[in-house]
Nanobody
Framework: QVQLVESGGGLVQPGGSLRLSCVASGVTLDNYAVGWFRQAPGKEREGVSCISSSDSYKYYVDSVKGRFTISRDNAKNAVYLQMNNLKPEDAAVYYC???????????????????WGQGTQVTVSS
């Protein structure tokens, strides 16, 4: 079973940056697609970004394109989400999720991901 631990959340002013980390244990992430999801109070969880197991495909929801960058370091068994130019609407609990996946892209939705982290809080406020 994959165990995922997120870190890097915190309080940042609008326009600031944070780098979220998702570190896996129990398995190596080489054959896993990894996604980042977020959930704000009173809202449904939404997919933010995903990276394929081969690192050749990256998905971003429209609202974060050009501001967020997903990357992976298989040697460290980790996936990162660099978030720049943060906006108040980016505030949420961010979760990473992993799924063993050999497809060229990413799984279709959050229900396809079996392993989830506990989440890290991102607050964007002046």
């Amino acid at each position: 079973q994959v165990q995922l631990v997120e870190s890097g959340g915190g309080l940042v002013q609008p326009g600031g940056s944070l780098r979220l980390s998702c570190v896996a244990s129990g398995v190596t992430l080489d054959n896993y697609a990894v996604g980042w999801f977020r959930q704000a109070p009173g809202k449904e969880r939404e997919g933010v970004s995903c990276i394929s197991s081969s690192d050749s495909y990256k998905y971003y929801v429209d609202s974060v394109k050009g501001r967020f960058t997903i990357s992976r370091d298989n040697a460290k068994n980790a996936v990162y989400l660099q978030m720049n130019n943060l906006k108040p609407e980016d505030a949420a609990v961010y979760y990473c999720a992993a799924e063993r996946w050999w497809g060229r892209t990413c799984p279709g939705g959050e229900s396809d991901f079996d392993s989830w982290g506990q989440g890290t809080q991102v607050t964007v406020s002046s």
